[in-house]
């Protein structure tokens, strides 16, 4: 909930190695109110079935920085899983994906509500600032 005295943020997950939300990859979030102090943890949530996380915690008053991170190296372990059961003769040797968690800090201003978006796959990732 947005009020004049909080920011707020939302996400979701496009996995563009397949066109399609990336369902289950847990996302931690983190504030600070200024870039000296420490991050305080929040709490977290999952990307559901459209890869949004609808219950990510509020941010509590002064925040001034936001940190998502996003544990992407599970949801591409099980990816690759799934895929080898259908077709074991494509095994491949490395890794299931390279970047194995996605950390994005942004600033925000009170009252604003920041929709950050992850297109994502096993050897890249882009995010922007969304509406």
Request: proline share 8%; glycine share 8%; net charge negative.
């Amino acid at each position: 909930m947005s009020t004049t005295a909080s920011a707020s943020v939302s996400t979701h997950i496009l996995d563009t190695s397949a066109g399609r939300p990336a369902e289950g990859v847990a996302v931690r979030l983190a504030a600070r109110p200024g870039r000296d102090a420490d991050w305080q943890a929040l709490g977290g949530s999952a990307t559901d079935a459209d890869g949004r996380c609808k219950d990510l915690p509020a941010l509590p008053e002064g925040t001034t920085h936001v940190r998502l991170d996003f544990a992407v190296e599970p949801y591409f372990e099980k990816k690759q899983a799934d895929a080898q059961q259908d077709a074991p003769a494509n095994r491949d040797s490395g890794p299931a994906v390279f970047f194995p968690e996605v950390a994005i800090t942004f600033a925000v201003v009170p009252g604003e509500h920041y929709h950050v978006p992850l297109l994502l796959n096993p050897f890249g990732y882009s995010v922007y600032r969304g509406s």
